[in-house]
């Protein structure tokens, strides 16, 4: 049986770049943010490219308007119901983390919050679990007055 696109994608990536297994329960939660911010920023800009060819500026524009932690934050309230045990576990690890770097024009508690998000993303990209990173997205997307159809 042919394993998935995304098998094929991690065990190649691991291969070429000789890459360790890692327990992902070693990353402290400002790391599951760092890979997480990074996943939620792909599948936004991907979202936005789909709607069609423009200027760059004209798509960051548009993408940068979700990947702000007041957007990020308002997301989290809705799925902070629906998150496994495990889940809310490392967005709680990922709130309460003390960042370096001081919220920039959001208020603490969005940037606390949407650390905590992104911690949830990175520890589910980390897992593997890539269906359960797009549903997560989605439901926090259809929240908002503007969704995708994903």
Excluded: C
């Excluded at 902070?80 to 508690?109: H, M």
């Excluded at 990175?122 to 897992?127: D, E, I, P, S, T």
């Amino acid at each position: 049986m042919e394993k998935g696109i995304e098998w094929q994608f991690d065990t190649y990536m691991r291969e070429i770049f000789k890459m360790q297994e890692v327990d992902i329960r070693e990353y402290s939660p400002l790391a599951l943010a760092y890979i997480g911010d990074s996943i939620y920023d792909l599948i936004i800009k991907t979202l936005v490219l789909n709607e069609g060819n423009k200027q760059v500026q004209k798509l960051h524009l548009e993408s940068s308007e979700y990947v702000q932690a007041k957007t990020q934050s308002q997301m989290m309230r809705v799925l902070q119901d629906i998150l496994t045990e495990e889940e809310r576990g490392v967005y709680k690890r990922g709130r309460n983390a003390k960042s370096v770097s001081p919220a920039r024009n959001q208020s603490l508690t969005d940037y606390r919050r949407a650390t905590g998000f992104e911690s949830v993303l990175g520890f589910l990209y980390l897992k593997k679990e890539w269906k359960r990173i797009l549903d997560l997205v989605k439901i926090g997307l259809d929240s908002l007055e503007r969704s995708w159809e994903v």
